[in-house]
């Protein structure tokens, strides 16, 4: 077994396997949910504050081929044995673990915070970091680059 993003992982029939058990916390991202404050500093922004598109769902049940997710209030319902509505739930695949149908606008989901945090690194410094090596302009410096990337000479 491998222990990657603080999940257990462990490889089966040629593929990895990504083990989850109920209350288990994940993230999806959901371009629609905006927060145009950021609430870790409180500073108002103009534009939606891209952490906040990701929206924490918790693994509220299982069947053989999926996990369920739902949200905190639906998780403190299960807890509690209230009923909840399944139609605010999320079903997942166990195999491809990706959202489907509607709510798949990133259908990719986050098992850890360091993942969430990862891509926001990524969203925020990507197009910063391009134009610094563009700025840069030198040989060496792309030739470098192009070395950790395995690019090939022409």
């Known amino acids: ?63 053989t081929r999926s996990w369920i997710l739902g949200s905190q209030s639906i998780m403190d319902k299960v807890v509690s044995g209230e009923e909840y509505s399944v139609g605010s739930c999320y079903k997942v695949t166990k195999k491809d673990p990706k959202m489907h149908g509607y709510h798949a606008i990133d259908s990719r989901i986050y098992f850890s915070e360091e993942e969430v945090n990862q891509e926001c690194w990524m969203y925020k410094n990507k197009y910063k970091v391009t134009d610094l090596l563009l700025a840069v302009g030198d040989y060496n410096t792309f030739k470098k680059v192009a070395d950790m990337l395995g690019l090939e000479e022409c």
């Open 1 to 63: 077994m491998v222990k990657l993003y603080s999940r257990v992982v462990k490889l089966v029939e040629e593929r990895l396997v990504i083990i989850l058990k109920l209350m288990d916390k994940v993230w999806i991202f959901n371009n629609n949910k905006r927060e145009y404050v950021n609430p870790e500093t409180g500073e108002k922004l103009g534009i939606p504050w891209y952490k906040g598109h990701f929206i924490p769902l918790f693994v509220i049940g299982e069947t």
